[in-house]
């Protein structure tokens, strides 16, 4: 590594009743990869977007290759070379590769007309001497999630851009993508760029990291050197404490069958889909990306038609034409994407937990105010969402305590299946802590789940059983006493 890129001193930000940064400091190097780790809610995103010029900040001082920068907008951090990739990409999906990456700053011919053949060459260059296998003609909407991430990267350093935010880039990779950007990243090093790295995935930080800073309550706790830390070293940082019990597991002998699917198929989708989920049962879904776990589910929720094949409850063939179906027949879905499919983000804790139970407090037009609030505290003690008063918008929470809501609207329906489609997903691990031991609660008093997750220590810890997917159809199922990431990821790719 070489000079210092990045200082960000004293920094502190405060919104309406709440710090949200004290004193915080960060420091970046050229040629390096530094990881920010911390809980959701420990001021990483609020420390970022004054990097970024998104919010101002309040005190504090931030240098920019030993100069102090003035950042009060985007354009300023883009001036000074600072180039925010967010989790959620914002690519015009019907635009070429070419035109996003020099989009609102278009190269023109001498006639001051678009010259779109000299943009699409200069974007290939681009894209070449990064080794980005892309052709910069092609339309956004046609790439996978992985390439749209490398045109996001290019377009950062088309601004020139010495620094260079990630923010839970792998989030919706597969391993195969995952190397792909890792790849990238190292040869972005190679140029002298320097990143900064958010995740919740801690075994990516040790691969790719050469520094982690961690976070807590707003607040700089320290800095490690990744290969002289540890796991534990870095967990007990982000929490205070050490965190004993991470998996929370009783096993208990599984009861009767309550689900059953029997060849279920839809065309160029899902073929052959046979499994069953007993009583108190966690039934781990494992695969690559693309390999129709998600569909499974949306077909036995109702959000997706099939062509053929049965769903079973208790024995009984059930007709699910529609997500009511699914509720009438106990079955609850927490959705992959909590954001777009599963809260209402303009809305309060009380209003998105008892959304899917209003028959049980209002009659006719009256509403018992007493049963609504006694519902939503009950989940709000259950699963220790931390939230100042239940009428808080659930916007304003982290995305652990998101996730929790999201849970607690499903558990407040009474499920006796409950699907969890990457239940964890961008939450840090004391929330993911929290919620395995909801798992574990809900299937030792008889709530038969099943899970999705592209983790597999999250599987193989939380399982009773693995369904393992390919292609659309189950390639492979395991037993606890079979599990091993090996041999998933052997059914996983079809066994090849």
């Given at each position: 590594?070489?000079?210092?890129?990045?200082?960000?001193?004293?920094?502190?930000?405060?919104?309406?009743?709440?710090?949200?940064?004290?004193?915080?400091?960060?420091?970046?190097?050229?040629?390096?990869?530094?990881a920010?780790?911390?809980?959701?809610?420990?001021?990483?995103?609020?420390?970022?977007?004054?990097?970024?010029?998104?919010?101002?900040?309040?005190?504090?001082?931030?240098?920019?290759?030993?100069k102090k920068?003035?950042?009060?907008?985007?354009?300023?951090?883009?001036?000074?070379?600072?180039?925010?990739?967010?989790?959620?990409?914002?690519l015009?999906?019907?635009?070429?590769?070419?035109?996003?990456?020099?989009?609102?700053?278009?190269?023109?011919?001498?006639?001051?007309?678009?010259?779109?053949?000299?943009?699409?060459?200069?974007?290939?260059?681009?894209?070449?001497?990064?080794?980005?296998?892309?052709?910069?003609?092609?339309?956004?909407?046609?790439?996978?999630?992985?390439?749209?991430?490398?045109?996001?990267?290019?377009?950062?350093?088309?601004?020139?851009?010495?620094?260079?935010?990630?923010?839970?880039?792998?989030?919706?990779?597969?391993?195969?993508?995952?190397?792909?950007?890792?790849?990238?990243?190292?040869?972005?090093?190679?140029?002298?760029?320097?990143?900064v790295?958010?995740?919740?995935?801690?075994n990516?930080?040790?691969?790719?990291?050469d520094?982690?800073?961690?976070?807590?309550?707003?607040?700089?706790?320290?800095?490690?050197?990744?290969?002289?830390?540890?796991?534990?070293?870095?967990?007990?940082?982000?929490?205070?404490?050490?965190?004993?019990?991470?998996?929370?597991?009783?096993?208990?002998?599984?009861?009767?069958?309550?689900?059953?699917?029997?060849?279920?198929?839809?065309?160029?989708?899902?073929?052959?889909?046979?499994?069953?989920?007993?009583?108190?049962?966690?039934?781990?879904?494992?695969?690559?990306?693309?390999?129709?776990?998600?569909?499974?589910?949306?077909a036995i929720?109702?959000?997706?038609?099939?062509?053929?094949?049965?769903?079973?409850?208790?024995?009984?063939?059930?007709?699910?034409?529609?997500?009511?179906?699914?509720?009438?027949?106990?079955?609850?879905?927490?959705?992959?994407?909590?954001?777009?499919?599963?809260?209402?983000?303009?809305?309060?804790?009380?209003?998105?937990?008892?959304?899917?139970?209003?028959?049980?407090?209002i009659?006719?037009?009256?509403?018992?105010?007493?049963?609504?609030?006694?519902?939503?505290?009950?989940?709000?003690?259950?699963?220790?969402?931390?939230?100042?008063?239940?009428?808080?918008?659930?916007?304003?929470?982290?995305?652990?305590?998101?996730?929790?809501?999201?849970?607690?609207?499903?558990?407040?329906?009474?499920?006796?299946?409950?699907?969890?489609?990457?239940?964890?997903?961008?939450?840090?691990?004391?929330a993911?802590?929290?919620?395995?031991?909801?798992?574990?609660?809900?299937?030792?008093?008889?709530?038969?789940?099943?899970?999705?997750?592209?983790?597999?220590?999250?599987?193989?810890?939380?399982?009773?059983?693995?369904?393992?997917?390919?292609?659309?159809?189950?390639?492979?199922?395991?037993?606890?006493?079979?599990?091993?990431?090996?041999?998933?990821m052997y059914?996983?790719?079809?066994?090849?």
């Amino acid at each position: 590594m070489n000079g210092n890129l990045l200082q960000m001193k004293n920094i502190s930000k405060k919104f309406p009743g709440v710090y949200a940064l004290k004193n915080a400091h960060f420091e970046l190097n050229e040629g390096e990869v530094h990881a920010l780790l911390g809980e959701n809610g420990a001021g990483k995103s609020t420390l970022m977007k004054i990097l970024g010029g998104i919010y101002s900040v309040d005190e504090g001082e931030i240098y920019i290759q030993g100069k102090k920068a003035d950042i009060k907008s985007v354009k300023d951090a883009q001036a000074y070379g600072i180039s925010i990739i967010h989790q959620e990409l914002v690519l015009v999906p019907y635009m070429t590769v070419a035109e996003n990456i020099y989009l609102g700053r278009e190269v023109t011919g001498k006639t001051g007309f678009i010259d779109k053949a000299a943009m699409i060459e200069k974007a290939q260059k681009l894209l070449d001497s990064f080794e980005v296998k892309i052709k910069a003609d092609s339309l956004i909407s046609r790439l996978t999630v992985a390439q749209q991430q490398m045109v996001e990267i290019i377009k950062a350093i088309s601004f020139n851009a010495k620094i260079i935010v990630m923010d839970e880039p792998t989030s919706s990779l597969t391993e195969k993508e995952v190397k792909f950007l890792f790849d990238t990243i190292k040869n972005l090093k190679s140029h002298g760029v320097g990143i900064v790295y958010i995740s919740h995935r801690m075994n990516e930080l040790f691969e790719i990291s050469d520094r982690v800073t961690v976070m807590r309550d707003g607040e700089y706790i320290g800095t490690k050197i990744t290969k002289d830390t540890s796991n534990d070293e870095l967990i007990a940082m982000m929490v205070g404490r050490e965190l004993t019990s991470y998996y929370t597991r009783d096993y208990n002998e599984p009861g009767d069958i309550i689900l059953e699917v029997k060849n279920l198929n839809r065309k160029s989708v899902l073929k052959n889909i046979n499994f069953s989920v007993r009583k108190g049962e966690i039934v781990g879904f494992a695969g690559l990306m693309g390999a129709g776990r998600s569909e499974v589910m949306r077909a036995i929720f109702g959000l997706d038609p099939i062509d053929s094949g049965e769903i079973l409850i208790d024995g009984q063939k059930v007709n699910i034409k529609e997500p009511n179906d699914a509720m009438k027949n106990g079955i609850a879905l927490v959705p992959e994407n909590r954001k777009e499919e599963g809260l209402f983000l303009i809305q309060s804790v009380k209003f998105n937990i008892t959304l899917k139970i209003l028959d049980k407090f209002i009659k006719f037009i009256k509403v018992n105010k007493k049963v609504e609030n006694d519902i939503t505290n009950k989940y709000i003690d259950e699963l220790s969402i931390k939230t100042p008063t239940s009428n808080q918008l659930i916007g304003n929470l982290s995305g652990g305590n998101q996730q929790k809501v999201v849970i607690a609207k499903w558990l407040a329906t009474e499920p006796k299946i409950l699907i969890l489609d990457e239940p964890t997903r961008g939450v840090d691990v004391a929330a993911k802590a929290e919620i395995y031991s909801i798992m574990n609660k809900l299937a030792s008093a008889g709530v038969s789940i099943i899970m999705i997750s592209s983790e597999l220590p999250e599987i193989i810890n939380m399982s009773d059983r693995v369904l393992v997917m390919c292609n659309g159809t189950i390639t492979g199922s395991l037993n606890r006493n079979e599990f091993t990431q090996e041999k998933i990821m052997y059914y996983a790719t079809g066994g090849i």
